[in-house]
Every structure is written in C-alpha cells, then in structure tokens.
C-alpha cells in the first residue's frame, strides 16, 4: 500500500508559481477552482497542507482522497 | 540550581511543511519537574513581541469594527478568528492605540517558539507589566513561571490579575502558533476562573481549542469573524476615494464582491490599481476573472514597482523580521533603511515593529507570495540569500537564527559547525529539544558521518531520559575524536565533558559532575571564544560548585560559586542567582561561619521570594543554611520549620539536600531528647539511598552522625560497626572528625578525641560537613579534661567560648549535656572574660536537661472503633485505603486517628505506633 492520493480543491486559479508552496503536488485550474492533487503520505502530510492552504488565505472547498491522478 | 537539559517538550517547530513561522530568536527550553534541579529560560525577551506592529500606511478607521472591539472587551474574552490576511492583526493594532480599550493594552505577538508553558507565561507577563497596568505592590510585578512549570503558578497569576485596580486588555496575536497542551491548559485555566480585571483578546486563523461554548451560553464571549473583518461597500469605497476617486460606485460593489471583502485582496487591488490607465477596466477584468485574487495581485503590483524596489521586495522576503542593517546584507544596498520605511509608508507590506520601531516585519502572507515568485524567478538566488541571513545572523551571536538559515539555505557544512559551535549552551541552558530538532533538519547520513554531530544526537537520548544509551555513545567518543582534524578535536572535548557532566547530573552522580564540569572548564579557556558562552558558563559553574559543595571540597565550590554568581547577575539568569547564593549560604553554614550564613541565606530566600520562587528547589540550600543557624543559636523551633521547608522546596529528586535535612532533623530530635526518633531518622535515611551512590563524605558525615547516636543510645556496638566500615576512608573533614570525636568521648576514649580534633583546630584539616569552630574547641576541652591536662582545657574553653559568643553558638554546649555543665562549672573561674556567657550558658543546659520525651501514656481508653483503625496504623495503607477496607468514610477514618493521637498524647502516625507498642496496645 502505497499512499493516498488526495485532491485538495480551493477557490480561485491559482498560476503555477504555487507549485512549490505545495511540494510533490499538481495544481489543475477549472471553474474558478484549482485543484491539488498528489501522494499524501500520511495525516500528518494531509494537515501540512490544510496548513499551507490556511496560511495562504485560500478558501478550502473540499478534501477528497480518489483512486485516479488529477 | 543549574542543571543539565532534561526536557521532553516536543519539538517547538513543525517543519514538515515549513509551514509553522519560525521562533524569532534563541529562545531556551526549561527542564522537566521529574528531572534534578534545571535552568532558567533565558530571559533575553524579544521586545519586538510585546508592540503591536504598527504602520505609517494609511488605513481606512472602521468604527463599526472598533465598536465591536468596545463591547467584547467589556467581558472576559474576545475571539478574533478569521484566515489569514483578514486584517486582524492591523485592526487590533489600531484599536490598542486607540482611547477605545477600557483599559490598559498588554500586547504579545506569538509565534511557534512560544510552545512551551514557561516561555509563553513569561512573555505574557513581560507584557502585562509592560501595559502600565500593574502597580508596584502587586505580585505580578515580580511573578515568574519556574522552570518545570509548577501548579502553584496559574491560581497566583489568576488572583493577581483579579486584584488589579484597573482591568488590562490582554491580545495575544496570532494563537493559532500555540499547540501545546499546557500553554492551553493554562489559558483554560484562566477562562474558568476568570478574573473580572482581565479582558482576553485572541487573535487566530482557527478557532482555539478552548472551552468556547460554555464562555458564549454564559455571555463571556464576543466573536470578531471573517465576516465582520470583511470590507463593506462603503468602505471599500472609503478605501479608493482618496486614491481613486475615478472609479464609479459600480466599479467598487465590483470590487467588493470579488475581494469578498478580504483587506489582503483588497489591499492588492489599491496597489494595482495605482498607476493603471484606466481603472475602470482593470477593475472590470479583474471582476470577470477566476484567478486566485492574491495570487494575482502580487503579480500586478511586483510588476508596477520600480525597479529597485522590486528587487528589494524579492530579495528581502526570505526572512521575516527585517532591520535595515539585514536588508543591507541581502541586497548589498546601502538604503536599506530608507527602503523599508518607503514600503511602509508606500503599500504597507511591513509593519514597523517594537518600540523604537527600527524593526520591520512583513505581512506574513505577502511575504510567503513573494518567495513564491523569487523562487520562480531565480530559483538558484534563494539559497544564496538564506546563506548570507544566516551568516548575518553568526556574526551577531544570533545562534538558532542563524542555524535555521543556514539549513534552509542548504548550507550544511556551515548549520553544522554553527550546531557544533552552540551546541553546548543550548543543552546546558536546557534549550535541548531545540538542538534536537534542529540536528533532525540535516540529512541523515551526515550526522552518523560527523562526530560532532552524532555525540550532540546523543543529547536526545539524555534529553528522553535514556541515560545508558547517552553513555555508551559517550564511551565511543575517544575513537570519535580520532576521525577529527587538529582543530576540531578541542571543541571535541568540551562537547564530550559537557555532556558527561550534564548526564551525571540527571543521575546526581556527583563526583561525575565535579569531574567532567571540572575538565570541561578548563577546556574552555583553551577552546576559546568557540566554547561555552556567558549563559552557559554561569550554567556550568553553578553546577560544577553546587556538586563540589556536596562532595565536600567547599575551597572550589566557593571558588565557582562565588564565579558563578555575576556571570549569572549579568545573564539576568533569576534563578541562577538563588541558586548560587543559596549554596553560598550553605556553604559557610558548613564551615561555621554563621553570620555570613545567616546574611546569604535571608539573601537568597529574599530573591526567590520575589520572583515567586520561594518553594522552589533552588531555595532549598537557602533554608537549610538558615535551619543550621537556628540550631546553633538553639532556636529550635525556628531551626524545624526551616528543615521542613528546605525538604519540601527539594523534593525527592535532589538526594544530597535530602540526607543533609535528615542529619538535621535527627539532631533536632536529639535535642529534644526524642533518641529513639533520631536514630529512626537517620537510619531511615540511610536506607533510602537506594539506586544512589552519594559523595564519600556526605555518606560517611551521615554514617558517623549515626554511630554517635546510637552510642548515645547506649548501643555501643552498632556504633563500633558503624564507625568500622568507614575507617580508612581517606582523610577526615572537619565537621567529620568533630562527630568522630564526640563519639570517641562517649565511648570513654579522650586521647582518641584529641587526636581527631587536632587537624581540626590547627586548621589542616578541610572544613566541611559542619564544623562549628567553637564545637571543636569544647571537645578539645573536654578531651583535655578528662586527660588531666587542665592548662589545655582552659585555654580550649577560653577559646571555645569567645568564638561562640561572638557567632551566638549555644547548641553545641547543650548538645555535650552534662559533662559540658560540669566543665563549664570547674572553670569557671579560668575563664573571667566570658563569666557571663557561662551563667548563660549553664542555665540553658539546666533546662535543657529536663527536656524529655514524655513516656508513653494513655490519657483516656481508645473506643472499639479507634482500637480498630489503630491496627491498621502500623501498616503502609493511607488513610483512604484504610477507610476503603473499613468501609467508612475517609473523614470517619482521620476523626478515629485524631482521637487516637490525643489519647495517646502524640502528634503523629509513627509516634502513636511506637507508644501504642509500648503500652502493648499493638
């Protein structure tokens, strides 16, 4: 068993440039969403994350793990 | 006392994610209560904690905010909870310099050094007195938290606030850095007691784990959310109209609607929209746009900055807290002062911080989206700026600073010799746990590679309390220290020393301390400025006395001390201070210096009693200094109360202070003519050592104590026995051969008294272990008495009696009983210049004669019930597993032993044991 892949949804497209704020992560733009999607190696991982989305003042709109990469 | 690190706080910074904002500065770690007496937090406070940031920037005043702030302060707690970039920090800083709050305003900016329950209180305090709003006579002016955070500490700082004339407006910014359960704990503490005078603010990104539901169904709470913080119409409105008064009233409902009203969105917007040709459309683009707004934004303003500022901005935003001088070192400018005030005034990215307001901080959220872009754009760059942060930060003796931008930069050559370098100070000051972390952010395989390094991981192992890994890590240094180059194997050494002595610390091996602090010393002044620094060595010194005082080499313990002491009064280490004087006044307790015993000890006790201190363990040598000179001076009373506080202020973990107490009390019982509880005391104290080896002398000043009581108790043989085992020992103390001697008389052996006095009294004998001069020369006189020899035993007494008159020494007279009263009585004549003294003295001893346990009577029968409860006495079961087994209510159970105890005429447990026996009851 590997880990999880999750996918972060916040509001807003974000460009590119937050590729590095969220390490080993894609970020896919659609509706006026953005989407993180990557490996998520365990809870601890999941909620650094969560943190950096809180830290960056983006509006978090869901958190869901999923079978298929983004 | 000084001690080693022995924390187990978890980690102070999460870098998992890098997401946590790092400590600003050095700050120590305190020890653990379970762990042997420990260090004081550093007391060095970040005053740019305790201001709130302020700006020149123009800010829209939002009075309906302000009204907000108004009524919640009006009760105890005031949450502000929204993400970040809400404005909540700017809000809260405008209405603490307002005329709004109903009181005076303590600030304190926290951040993820603050985890920890001894440095989150003394900030909290430092603010508090930093308010105006407490006056001189309150404890709050000079309470501290210890360090071990005791109990005791939260309900005096809840009644000390309670007591304040005024109520103080507390905002603590940014919480959501506080994990700790403690610090929380704490703040719950204070939610539930609530003291009217204390007005909470808290500031965070998410709501704190605190009781919240019962402080709103009580109408305790008042809620500042995201949603209040959001920006109306109007205000957004008021927020262009100076700048833009071109923009329509459309243009600006656009505007709120897409920010949401978010000040960080909102702040990018003004900015973009400076300098654009048409606003209008800009606005109209951005409206009809998904992208992130913060994203965006800081795009479209780095982009509109002029050249140099934008460079500035880029690389400047690597560390949080900036003064001119550090932006100098990053941009290789010259204007860096000038630059930062321009941003402030211009587009508010930095907030001026502390009070002479030469520091500047950037918005926390700006800063991040402008690393975000410097990292695209020069990606190299950043390592190369964390490396010159961190080389500003060394040269300024700035350490974990330094540290932390040395490993972000990569740089681990540098972050190693850095850890090496402080490594050392920070276990002793007890900041271990901040060592190990940050030896966990290099790369594995270069710690195992690095001797250095891996002896300093051996720190986690004494820091969890696993002191025989610690020990064969430090058993593999010798060959260690083979791999290293010339230079490096001294520093080698003092890190091998250091942590040796900080190891036998834990474990109160005491010789080990003396040892290895000992060698670790004298390697430091070869080391050189790369060795321990000034903290650290009031550490080390204190440590290495406190361990020689015990093992009864009093020249060096004064010797470090006395070097110790000013070290740590320049430190502003408090507890350091009590603790040196302390030992101090122990120490010539030891030597019979009374007076100055005397006056050390008020000293310490006086220190600790300011800071809130006074039970705690570095006091203890303070009492029992002053519990001596009561005995002496046979204030007997006096003398009791003191042991016991001296007992209660070491607890069980500090063993040396413990014997000693229990030397005491068995001579105190002695005096009260309670023999048999004297041999119980001691020998109960004897057997409590288990697990510990003390110091030879302690152990043989405690054995012949012993002995002498015991010969005393007309039980010549244990005494003989007692007195046999340690026989060549090695050479005596001279508070060691004045029991000796007492002993020798007792037994009917003048000469051999004599013999034992001699290197006491022509002062070649070490003084230790409690030699009262004047003692000595009574039993010379009375050694010299019984030999016939009556010149000597006049000039002895002669001798005996002017020192004891001047140090107001009456104990050792009444404690030689009879034979003392007829010495004093036969040369009286020979001794005309002390006549006085004598009567004095012979009046005393007169009384003291009849001072008698009272034997065992029955004053009145005991009931059924009490007869009952009375069988369980003699076993280990507490009073509420007696009441569990009877089945009684535990107040049932003590109002029977209270019955007990008055029928029995004693006072306590064990007496109405040992009487019931004797009366056959049991």
Redesign the interface.
Known sequence: MGPTIYQIV??????Q??V??FEGMTLT?R????AITGPVTDQ??LY??L??V??????LVSVNPTLEPA | MAGSSAATATPTVDTTAGRKRSPRGARPRPDRPDQPPTAEVGTALLETKLTPPSTAFRQVIRSRLFDLLDAGTEQLLTLVSAPAGAGKTTLLAAWSSSRRPPGPVAWLSLDAGDNDAVSFWAYALAALRRSGAVPSDSPLRALAPQPGFDHAFLPMLASSLAELPTPVVLVLDDLHDITDATVLEGLEFLLRHGPPQLRLVLATRVDPPLSLQRLLVSGQLAQVRAANLAFTVAEVAELLAENHPGLSEDDVTLLQARTEGWAAGLRLAVLSLKGQPDPHRFVTELAGDDRSIADYLTGEVLERQPGAMRSFLLRTCIVEELTGELADALTGGHDGDSMLAHLERANGFVMTVGSRRRSYRYHQLFAELLRYHLRQEAPGGVDRLHRRAAGWYAERGLAVNAIQQALLAKEWRFATDLIVKHGPSLILRGDAATLRDLVGRLPADLVQADPELALLGATDRIVRGDPEAATADLLTAPQQAELLDEERRGRFALLVATMKSALAWQSCDLDQVLRAGQEALALQSLVGTDGLDDDARAVMLANVGTAALWAGHLDDAELHLREGLPVALRAELGSLQVACLSQLALLHAMRGELDEAFRLGTNALEAAEQHGWASSVQAAGGYLALAWVYYYRDDLGEASRYAGQAAAASGVAWQPMTLAVAILRARLQRARGDLAGSLDTVAAARQALTGWRPPTHLWRWLVLTEAELRSGAGQPHSADALRKSHDGSGPLLGGEAVVLARLHLAEGDPAGAAATLASCLDGTAPGGFLMVPAEAWLLNALASDALADHGRAAASLDRALSLAEHGGVRRSFLDAGAPARSLLARYRQRVPASWSYVDELLQASAESAQVTVPAPRLIEHLTEREHTVLRYLPSLMTYEEIAADLYVSLNTVKTHACGIFRKLGVTGRRQAVRSARELHLL
């Not at chain 1, 509706?31 to 953005?34: C, S």
């Open positions: 916040v509001r807003g497209e974000l460009s440039r937050y590095v704020a733009t509706d006026g969403k953005t601890a991982h650094g994350l943190g950096r809180g830290d960056l003042g983006l509006e």
